[in-house]
């Protein structure tokens, strides 16, 4: 049984592995990649999804471009982290990926793959949540097409982004919020779960010893995402945070969950983007998100690693 998924993405390095491992793997049947502004401009993220895609051989989804700010409040990226292309580290070239971009916007690809679908669709947003909280405010009569909502973002406690905030999140916390509140089923993987997946040196050499052009290429992007998240946060190795949703989808066990009602804060002067999870039920609110608690890493890196062999040997 195969699971039908659209990726909303800010590629970025994660993104990019969460695009080889829903490619490459048999339980994801990919329908289409839609990008929003977020580690880099728009116009960045769409150029690295046709980057990655084109360098993987992912050649029969397509690919379109949503929003270029959020609902509200100013645009931010995360220059800091992905570098000034959003996907730094390898060499990409400056032609044009052979992988086109789609002459749809993002918000119609995603209604007119979801009308299309025999059966309701799972959404899978790795970025700031602008597309998919406009798509739902735009289409209501869509969320019977959608099976679920499975997104990295928040936090059961600190942010990345500000001490509060994390980074998806912060960059919308409007369009969060219409997605927590939407009433569709939300699972949420947030920065105490992606945390716990942090591609260490040993975890780059597995990759390596593949000896693909494409592993090598998986290798100079956790390279550079190591050397920027050891500069700006100290981290000894850099959380893979995004390919945790699609890892959960083939393999559901691969992290615990609890469910508790998570809400967005709006106002609060050094708290805006924070995700408030209530994980004792003080408040009352209804627990109605699934939040990925205890991560199995090894399982995890078992599918990142088989994802980028698979790619990266055409035979498979
Ligand atoms: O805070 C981490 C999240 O923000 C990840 O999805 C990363 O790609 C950025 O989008
Ligand atoms: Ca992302």
């Known amino acids: ?27 994801i049947e990919l329908l289409a990649i839609t990008t929003v502004a977020g580690n880099q401009t728009l116009e960045k993220t769409t150029l690295n999804a046709r980057r990655i895609c084109a360098v993987a051989g ?13 609902l509200h409040g100013p645009r931010r990226t995360a220059a800091d982290i992905h570098g000034e292309s959003g996907l730094d580290g390898p060499g990409f070239g400056t032609g044009e990926p052979v992988v086109p971009q789609d002459p749809r916007d993002a918000l119609a690809l995603i209604r007119e793959t979801l009308l299309a679908h025999r059966a309701p669709v799972t959404l899978v947003p790795t970025g700031p949540l602008t597309n998919i909280a406009a798509l739902l405010l735009a289409h209501p009569d869509l969320v019977g097409r959608i099976e679920r909502i499975v997104l990295m973002g928040g936090s059961t406690g600190r942010g990345n982004t500000t001490p509060a905030a994390e980074f998806n999140v912060l960059c919308d916390p409007e369009a969060a919020d219409v997605v927590f509140r939407s009433g569709l089923p939300v699972t949420m993987f947030g920065l105490n779960a992606t945390h ?13 010893a593949l000896g693909t052009p494409l592993s090598r290429l998986c290798v100079e992007l956790l390279t550079y995402f190591a050397s920027t998240y050891r500069e700006v946060y100290g981290f000894d190795a850099p959380p893979l945070h995004d390919p945790l949703t699609v890892a959960h989808l083939i393999n559901p066990s691969l992290v615990s969950l609890v469910r508790a009602a998570v809400t967005v804060e709006l106002n609060g002067t050094h708290t805006r983007g924070a995700t408030v999870v209530d994980l004792h039920g003080v408040t009352g609110r209804p627990a109605d998100v699934e939040v990925g608690m205890e991560v199995d890493a090894e399982a995890f890196w078992d599918l990142i690693v088989e994802a980028v062999r698979v790619l990266g040997t055409p035979s498979g």
């Open 58 to 70: 992912i050649r029969d989804v397509p690919i379109a471009a949503g929003r270029d700010r959020p």
């Open 1 to 27: 049984m195969t699971v039908p998924v659209i990726l909303d993405c800010d590629p970025g390095h994660d993104d990019a592995f969460n695009i080889l491992l829903a490619a490459a793997h048999p339980r």
């Open 196 to 208: 716990q997946v942090r591609a260490t040196p040993a975890v780059i050499a597995r990759i390596a």
